[in-house]
């Protein structure tokens, strides 16, 4: 969730629960006490993409954006430079799907919705999409390259 979200004019970015294996596990109702309980959370502040590598495809949803879903491109991996709750300055790598959560949240500090972004849209409830999500996966295209040149790449061969 980015603080703008919640009309908090900040750059700041809440993430939690991250790990797409249990995500998984708790769309279909097989996750374990212990992966239901599992529960991972990190503030960034101040966050700014500072690498950005490989390419994946994700059909996207946003609590802002009601039933709207998209299919949208993002970087497999990211280096993004912030600091945390106390101050300090941090570094870290991103990679999977933990990188398509965060680079979502990013763009609404710049006001851009996954929609502005997507391939494709469709309109479903949350009860639909998560039926749909079980035959329509999170898609590694590619692990490494540079991303504004996959996507260039990617774009040219649909057309």
Partial sequence: MAAIQLKIPKRIVYIKNTNL?????????????????????????NPVIIFKEGITEYWEACASCLDNMGLVRRPYKIVVEYYNIYGEKHVNTFEGFESTVLSHEMDHLDGILHMDKSIELLNMPADERKIFRQSHDYNIISKTGDFEEKIIQKHLRIK
Avoid: G, S, W
């Fill in 21 to 45: 294996n249990i995500a998984r596990k708790m769309q279909k109702n097989i996750a374990t006490e212990e992966e239901q309980n599992f529960y991972e959370e990190r503030v960034l502040i």
